[in-house]
């Protein structure tokens, strides 16, 4: 079954360094998202994409973040200069289309630590 | 602002026995979504079950249904038979029509015992 893939699973950074998570969508899907979910908190939707560019994104999505789909596979999150608040479980995910219904398929997160 | 909320931040279940998990929203939309996901201690989020805000009939998937109760802005998921691989982590979600932001409750943690 076709799943979406999150590399690495864990990822240790020093303050101020840039960071990038990468994922692999599920290949015939066009939406993509991340979400992150601090130690004991909610999952928190942090941007979608679809057509090479940010269809939306909330506000915790600050410029500190970029989000981009270098070869047709992969999709980043880059974290430009991380914080300690930064420090969470990032899940990329993917959806074939929009529209409410539509199911959104989950990667295994990767924890970011950042010291 | 769309609000997710489960009260429950932890349950336990008898195997075989049935649970319900609550969830709340709060929302002035008249047309959203609504899901429950499921996170295994391997932390991939599964999709369990999803209601459509305009339709009265609850859904149901096998050993899961929810209560979907539109005037009062609750959807609890209940689920029958507990098998141990139920155990996880279970999120309440929530998505407006046309809109990419899911919201989420802050999850209730279901213990199965044998």
């Known amino acids: 079954e076709p799943e979406v893939t999150q590399t690495p699973s864990h990822q240790v950074t020093q303050m101020g360094q840039e960071v990038i998570l990468r994922c692999v969508p599920i290949s015939n899907h066009l939406y993509f998202y991340w979400y992150r979910q601090i130690l004991g908190q909610k999952v928190e939707f942090l941007v979608s994409?679809?057509?090479?560019?940010?269809?939306?994104k909330s506000e915790i999505f600050d410029d500190q973040f970029s989000v981009e789909r270098p070869d047709g596979s992969n999709f980043t999150l880059k974290i430009r200069s991380t914080k300690l608040e930064d420090s969470a479980m990032y899940f990329c995910?993917?959806?074939?289309?929009?529209?409410?219904?539509?199911?959104?398929?989950f990667g295994q997160g990767t924890r970011l630590t950042v010291v | 602002a769309q609000t997710v909320t489960q009260s429950q931040p932890e349950m336990s279940v008898q195997e075989a026995e049935t649970v319900t998990l609550s969830c709340t929203y709060d929302?002035?939309?008249?047309?959203?979504?609504l899901f429950w996901y499921k996170q295994p201690p391997s932390r991939q989020m599964i999709l369990v079950i999803r209601q459509e805000a305009y339709k009265q009939q609850n859904a149901t998937e096998n050993r899961f249904s929810v209560n979907f109760q539109k005037a009062a802005k609750s959807f609890s998921l209940k689920i029958s038979d507990s098998q141990l691989g139920d155990a996880a982590m279970y999120f309440c979600?929530?998505?407006?029509?046309?809109?990419?932001?899911?919201?989420f409750g802050a999850g209730t943690r279901l213990t199965v015992k044998p």
């Open positions: 929302t002035s939309e008249s047309d959203y979504y």
């Open positions: 979600a929530y998505r407006r029509n046309n809109n990419n932001d899911m919201r």
């Open positions: 995910a993917s959806s074939e289309a929009t529209g409410s219904f539509t199911e959104a398929f």
């Open positions: 994409f679809y057509n090479n560019e940010i269809s939306e």
